[in-house]
Every structure is written in structure tokens, then in C-alpha cells.
């Protein structure tokens, strides 16, 4: 998976990584981060942004909420959620990147 | 039985009880049983063997603690902490050379290692820190108002949480190593504590200054969830289980002399010496399956973080914290006014303030909160031996 480090593609990036856009989406709508989530890198660390083991248990349910999956325990990991981009991947594992390209 | 088992316990039983009402009632450390433990290497016992120290496990470790909490509680609570800060170190140096090379001097110099998570201000929240990192040319400097550093003036080392810049929010910590010349205590408050009154565990203005290689690389956040909330679990909840079970030995002592002057029965408190013994073999039996499922996962972080693992450390910790205090009280019933007063060979009073300590240290509240977090999570329950 390539990685948009500027924030000048990140329209292009958008289009083509429609998860990442969405998983941002959650992000912002949840408001768990101190950090102004549009300037963040999607392979930008979120635990570094604020976001707090509490904090990730109710990402993780804003997340099955805005995609309609459940994740499974072999995925309930710090590292599931340390990215946008790993965030992304893990709903690719769960079979989300192929419905929503 | 380990020989090192072996000496803890000579040391527990020998020097440790002996000194452990003038510990109590004095609030001062147990310079006596801390010395016999450094006196028979019992403090570095978990450096590897290739850096100088045996490669003990946790359940050696654990078993220390039951073996001292049945002698002096603030002897193995200052044991366990210590073996805490050690297991961090020793679990998350890595290949950082300056790590490694302490590691080899505490097991060679036994030192004694303390820990300031806490800080004024946060609760007792160890997962946010307002303190920061300051890097200047490889160096740092830290400032942070610690409420309680327990045996803060007779240790040889204290291990840090802070927040890695002064940019970092509160929740992205890291953990760093000072050694006792890389540090300056003011203290700014005593302890003078219902129990655990050996610990004094002061409140200090802590000033540290170092080089960055002394931070611990990996984030405390993994830090924490490998091995130091973990560890701690296991420790504390062994080292309470010795405390109930020396009261349970009480009471079934006074059971005994109450049995001897009316033969032939049982005594009044034999039902609830049976009672009280049941409570404990159910703590017992929490500690040697946590102890397990710990060593089963040792070493993969994928385990160590997974949410049933965190689930079963927490619930072991409020578990153990209120047993043990149900078990003394049970015993105190038993042993009626003997073990009410303070003057008897059933005096249970020292124990029942000890044990009352355990849910305050991490609140129990603040645990099952994140325990309720954890579980609205959690998708399936291990089946019974996995
Ligand atoms: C013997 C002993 C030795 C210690 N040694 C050390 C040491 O060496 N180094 C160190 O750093 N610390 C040490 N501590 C401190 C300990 O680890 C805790 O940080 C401290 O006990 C918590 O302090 P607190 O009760 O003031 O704060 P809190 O945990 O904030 O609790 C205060 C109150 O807030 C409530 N509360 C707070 N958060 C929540 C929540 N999320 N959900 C529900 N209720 C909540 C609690 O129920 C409680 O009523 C020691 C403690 C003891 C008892």
C-alpha cells in the first residue's frame, strides 16, 4: 500500500483510498483526538495524536457502526488502530476494502 | 522448592517478622529485611543470566512476594515493586546498550529500584502524564511533583512515566531509568498511612537529568500493557495472598488452642476458620492461573495485548484485593478479641490495615472501569483450559 505523506494529495488520496476517507470521517465525527485529524499522514501514529487505550475501544465501536462489521478478537490490538492506514488494512482483512472500491 | 525460594523464606520468617510490628508502628522502611534480601541476591534474580543475574520467571518471583506478605507486608510490597520496575526494564531494553548495561549493574550491585508513576494532578491515572521529556543535544531534563514514591529515599534507581515532548498529549508516555546520581528528591509529604506503613512512600518534587538512551525505546503505553500492569497484577495479588494466608495460619493457631482446652469438638470458630479457608484457596487458586496464563503468553506481544489476557490481569487485581481482606476479616471473627488487640500471638490488625491498601493502589474503580471498557469489546470467552 503506497503512503500520501503531503497534504496536497490528499484529495487524490481520498479518491483513491476511499476506506482511509472514511476511516478519517469516523475519526473526526468521534472527536477522540486532540490533533486536527485532516493534517494527519495516514500512516501518521494516533497513539501519538491522543488517541488513549480508552479511546480505542470506542473508535473500534465507531468504526463497526460506520461500516457495518464486527472486528474479531484476533484483531481487538493496540497496533489495529495505530494508523489510518492500519486501520484501513484491518478492514481490508475483514473484507471492507473490496465492497467500498 | 528453589533454593532462592528457600532463603526468601528463612529471610521472611527470620528477619522480616521478627522486625515487622517496629516497621509498622515506626512507618520505616525494613532496612533489616531489605539488606538480607540484597545480602542473598534476591533483587536481581530477573536479569537474564547472559547479563549477570539467574533468569528467574514470574512465578519464582511471585512466590517470593506470598512468602514475604506472610511475614511483613511493606517488605513485599517494596520486593514487588522493585521486581516490577525490573521486569520493565528487563522485558523492553531491547538491544539499547545503556539498558543492557545497567541491567548488569543491578544485578551485580543489587540495586533497589523504585517507581514514579503517579503525579499530582492526574489521580491516579498512570496512563496520562503532564511531566515531559525535554531533549537538549541527547540529554534530558524532567520535573514532575510525584505524590507517592514509595521507599523514594532508600532506593538505588527510580523508573520515570512522562509524556515523550513537552508537545505529546497526555496519554503518549514513555518510561525512563534514572539511577540514583541522575536524580533530586524535595520531599514534599510524609506517610503516615493506615498500612503498608513500611513503604513510606512520601510525596517528592522529583528532578531528573540523563541521557536519552535512558528512556525505555518502546511506548509506555506497550510497556505498561506487556508488563507492567501485568506484572504488578500478579505480584501484588501474590504478596496479598500471603498477607490472608498468614491470618488464616493465625486463626487456625488460636482454632488449635480453643480445640486442646475442649476435646472432642469443634470449636466455635472452626466454621468459620472453614469458611475463611475456602475464600482463600479461591484467591489461591486466581494467583496460580494467572500465573499460568501469563507465562503461557510471555514474550508474544500479540497475547500479551490481546483483550481476554488484559480482562483476566485486571480481574485477578480487584479479585485478589477484595479477597484478601475478606479472608482476614473471617480470620479476625475467629480469633475474636486476641485478634482484635494489637498485643496477642493473633493480633490481626497490622494484616486487615495492610490488606486494605490493595484496592486503593490503582483504584479498584478506575480498574473495573476499564475492565467494563475491555468487555464491551470482547467477542468470545476463552474455553475452560485455553
Ligand atoms: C502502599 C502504596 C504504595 C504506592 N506506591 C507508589 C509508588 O511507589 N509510585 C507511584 O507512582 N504510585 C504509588 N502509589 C499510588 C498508586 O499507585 C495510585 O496511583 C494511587 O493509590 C491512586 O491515588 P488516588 O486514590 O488519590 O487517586 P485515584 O485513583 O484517582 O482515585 C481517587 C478517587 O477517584 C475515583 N476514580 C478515579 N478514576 C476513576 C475511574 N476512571 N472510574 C471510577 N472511579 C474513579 C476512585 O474511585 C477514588 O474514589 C502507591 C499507593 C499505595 C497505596
Not at chain 2, 510524609?190 to 535512558?214: F, I, P, V
Not at chain 2, 496479598?240 to 476435646?263: M, Q
Not at chain 2, 485477578?316 to 496477642?344: E, F, P, W
Amino acid at each position: 500500500m503506497f503512503k500520501i505523506h503531503s497534504e496536497i494529495f490528499n484529495f487524490g488520496a481520498s479518491m483513491a483510498q476511499p476506506v482511509q476517507a472514511r476511516v478519517r470521517a469516523v475519526l473526526k465525527e468521534s472527536a477522540l483526538l486532540q490533533a486536527d485529524v485532516e493534517s494527519l499522514a495516514d500512516d501518521a501514529d494516533l497513539y501519538a495524536a491522543g488517541l488513549t487505550s480508552h479511546a480505542t475501544v470506542n473508535l473500534m465501536l465507531a468504526l463497526e457502526e460506520a461500516f457495518d462489521i464486527e472486528f474479531p478478537d484476533r484483531l481487538l490490538r493496540r497496533r489495529t488502530f495505530s494508523s489510518v492506514n492500519a486501520i484501513a488494512q484491518s478492514l481490508d482483512e475483514i473484507g471492507v476494502y473490496k465492497e467500498a472500491a | 522448592m528453589t533454593s532462592r525460594l528457600a532463603a526468601a523464606r528463612a529471610v521472611g520468617v527470620e528477619i522480616a517478622a521478627r522486625h515487622a510490628d517496629d516497621v509498622d508502628a515506626g512507618a520505616r522502611f525494613p532496612r533489616e529485611a531489605l539488606a538480607a534480601l540484597k545480602d542473598r541476591q534476591l533483587l536481581g534474580i530477573m536479569v537474564p543470566e547472559s547479563e549477570g543475574g539467574a533468569g528467574a520467571g514470574i512465578a519464582e518471583v511471585a512466590s517470593i512476594c506470598d512468602a514475604l506478605g506472610r511475614s511483613c507486608a511493606s517488605t513485599a510490597m517494596i520486593y514487588a515493586m522493585h521486581q516490577i520496575q525490573v521486569a520493565c526494564i528487563v522485558h523492553h531494553a531491547g538491544k539499547n546498550a545503556w539498558l543492557r548495561t545497567f541491567m548488569k549493574q543491578l544485578a551485580k550491585d543489587q540495586l533497589l529500584l523504585g517507581s514514579a508513576t503517579s503525579e499530582v494532578g492526574v489521580g491516579g491515572d498512570v496512563r496520562s502524564s503532564i511531566c515531559a521529556i525535554e531533549e537538549k543535544d541527547g540529554r534530558f531534563s524532567l520535573t514532575k511533583q510525584a505524590p507517592v514514591i514509595s521507599y523514594g529515599a532508600d532506593c538505588d534507581g527510580i523508573l520515570v512515566t512522562a509524556r515523550r515532548t513537552p508537545q505529546s498529549p497526555a496519554s503518549d508516555q514513555v518510561i525512563v531509568v534514572v539511577p540514583r546520581d541522575g536524580y533530586q528528591l524535595e520531599q514534599k509529604s510524609g506517610w503516615d498511612a493506615l498500612g503498608m506503613r513500611g513503604t513510606c512512600s512520601n510525596g517528592y518534587h522529583l528532578e531528573a537529568k540523563g541521557g536519552m538512551e535512558q528512556v525505555i525505546p518502546a511506548p509506555f503505553a506497550d510497556v505498561s500493557a506487556q508488563t507492567m500492569l501485568p506484572v504488578s497484577h500478579l505480584l501484588w495479588s501474590a504478596l496479598w495472598l500471603g498477607i490472608a494466608t498468614d491470618a488464616v495460619t493465625r486463626a487456625r493457631a488460636y482454632v488449635r488452642s480453643e480445640a486442646k482446652k475442649t476435646p472432642g469438638g469443634v470449636p466455635d470458630g472452626g466454621w468459620r476458620l472453614a469458611e475463611a479457608a475456602s475464600l482463600l484457596q479461591l484467591m489461591k487458586s486466581n494467583v496460580v492461573v494467572s500465573l499460568r496464563q501469563y507465562e503461557a503468553v510471555v514474550g508474544s506481544e500479540d497475547k500479551l495485548t490481546a483483550l481476554p489476557f488484559a480482562v483476566a490481569m485486571n480481574n485477578l487485581k480487584t479479585g485478589s484485593s477484595q479477597l484478601a481482606v475478606q479472608v482476614i476479616h473471617q480470620a479476625m471473627l475467629v480469633c475474636g478479641l486476641a485478634g482484635y488487640r494489637n498485643d496477642t500471638a493473633f493480633s490481626l490488625g497490622r494484616h486487615l490495615r495492610d490488606a486494605h491498601s490493595a484496592a486503593l493502589m490503582v483504584n479498584n474503580d478506575r480498574v473495573l472501569a476499564r475492565t467494563a471498557q475491555l468487555l464491551v469489546a470482547l467477542r468470545e470467552d476463552p474455553g475452560l483450559l485455553e
